[in-house]
C-alpha cells in the first residue's frame, strides 16, 4: 500500500509539473505576441493608424516558422485580442489563443522565423473567427494589408476584406496574403493558460476570465495606442 501511495504521489507531481510547464509555455506564447505588437508598432511604416483604430480585434502570431509546417500538421500558434462591449467599442479584453494552419504559409516564411499580425475589421469576421475554424478566403474575405501612415489610396482593399494581415521577416515588414490559410480556437492551450475549458467566444465575448498577467503588456498597448473604435457605428449593429 505504501508503495502504491509513493507511486501516486510522484505520478500526481509529475502531472502538477507537467501542467505547470505547459501553462508557462501559454504564458510565453501571449508575452510575445506582447513584444512582437509593440516592436512593429514601432517601425516608421507600419499598420496604418487609421486601421488600427477601425479593427474589431488584432491576432497576433509571433516567430511562425517554416521547419514546423509539415503535410496536414502544419501551424502557427497566436492570440486573438478584441474590443469589448457589445459594439467593440469598449477597452481591449482578454486574449484567446489561436493557431494557424496551412501549407500555402511555409512557401511565403522562406526559412525564416516570421511575425505576423492580422487585423479583423468587421463583426462579421470577428464572429466567424469565434464560433468556427475559418478559411482565410472563403470562409472570410482577406487581403494583404497596405501599410503606412493611413490606408488612404487602399478604400478597395480596405472596404472588401474582413481581414487584413501583416508579415516581419528579417526584419522587413509588408502586407501579406494568407488565402487558403485557416484559423481556428486553440481549445487545448486556453485550457492550459486559463486553468478551464472555455471557447474563444467565452474568453472574448462573455468576459468569463479576467485578463491574465502575461497579456497585460499586449493588452496595455492596445489600450494606449487604439483607445477607441472608430469604425462607422452603423458598421458595428
Known sequence: ????????????MSAVATFAANDEHEQDRVKDAGAVMKEILNIPDDIPQDLLD????????????????????????GVMVCRSGEHYTGKWGAPALYALEGVSIGFQLGGQATDFVLLVMNPKGARSLLSSKVKLGADASAAA???GRTAEGATDIVMNAEILSYSRNKGLFAGVSLEGSTLRSDGSANEKLYGKKLTAKEIIREGKVGIPACAHD????????????????????
Open 145 to 147: 494589408g497596405p501599410k
Open 54 to 77: 477601425k479593427a474589431e480585434c488584432v491576432i497576433v502570431l509571433p516567430s511562425v516558422k517554416k521547419g514546423a509546417f509539415g503535410v496536414g500538421a502544419s501551424y502557427g500558434r
Open 1 to 12: 500500500m505504501k508503495k502504491f501511495m509513493a507511486c501516486f504521489v510522484v505520478v500526481l
Open 218 to 237: 499586449l493588452v496595455s498597448l492596445l489600450d494606449t495606442k487604439s483607445p477607441v473604435n472608430k469604425s462607422d457605428p452603423k458598421s458595428l449593429e
